[in-house]
């Protein structure tokens, strides 16, 4: 079979320690997820069942440690937001899972970032309309090197953090997520079949706000280091 052109690269995250890559087959993404962050955006947050939105899988922009990647100013917005997220990485195919059995089907755990055109989102809510345009765009993945479950386990708790500039302006803990990461793999398994190459965004703590032309964006989680931007 020979393709009417030369299909682009399979996008992938870089693993630590390892020259191995993590290839993307889907990206999935947890709305409201931390109860402050919830409020902060005007919604209830209590446990009503949990809903997701998606992204490109070449939306993912790697970014190794140590590194300050140049990111784009996207166009079409004047109110762009940071929100920093656990993300974790699908290594074995699953549906209807059960959250005790979730971990197994974990690869791994990595920083990243939801980037996201509040004002777009903000008018397509308003009107009932899907999130594509504020959520769905290109280079709207960050995301810092994956870490093998088999090497530092599952965390369930440890601080989440973001500054801009220098100023702290998220921070949380993986212990406040409305929805655990085993129980957000069970409800999202109800719908779809997860597949190894899935990453799945957990969602982001309270504290998100705009960044222009020059800010240092910077953010970590315990046990995965950090992962920074200068946005250009």
């Known amino acids: 079979m020979s393709h009417v052109f030369t299909p682009d690269p399979i996008p992938s995250v870089a693993i630590a320690g390892s020259d191995d890559r993590f290839p993307v087959r889907r ?3 947890v709305g409201r997820n931390y109860a402050a962050h919830a409020r902060e955006m005007g919604s209830d947050p209590t446990r009503e069942p949990p809903f997701f939105f998606c992204k490109p ?3 993912v922009v790697p970014v190794a440690p140590g590194q300050t990647a140049d990111h784009p100013y996207p166009a079409a917005t004047a109110n762009y937001h940071h929100e920093v997220e656990l993300v974790v990485a699908i290594g074995k195919s699953g549906s209807e899972i059960e959250a005790a059995n979730a971990n197994e089907h974990i690869w791994g755990y990595a920083i990243g970032l939801d980037m996201t055109r509040r004002d777009l989102q903000t ?4 009107k009932g309309r899907p999130w594509e345009l504020g959520k769905s765009f290109d280079r709207s993945a960050p995301i810092g ?3 093998p479950a088999s090497a530092i386990g599952h965390p369930s708790s440890g601080r989440i953090w ?3 500039n220098g100023v702290l302006k998220q921070q949380g803990d993986l212990a406040d997520l409305i929805w655990s990461v085993p129980e957000t793999i069970a409800h999202l398994s109800r719908y779809f079949e997860l597949r190894p190459g899935d990453l799945i965004f957990t969602g ?3 504290g998100v706000g705009p960044m222009v032309h020059g800010d240092l964006v910077s953010g970590g989680i315990d046990g995965l280091g950090e992962l920074s931007l ?3």
């Open 204 to 206: 982001t703590p309270e």
């Open 162 to 164: 973001l500054t801009v």
């Open 230 to 232: 200068r946005i250009v």
């Open 27 to 29: 990206i999935y993404c």
């Open 145 to 147: 090197p994956l870490h």
């Open 57 to 59: 899988a070449d939306a």
């Open 123 to 126: 008018a397509l809510k308003d």
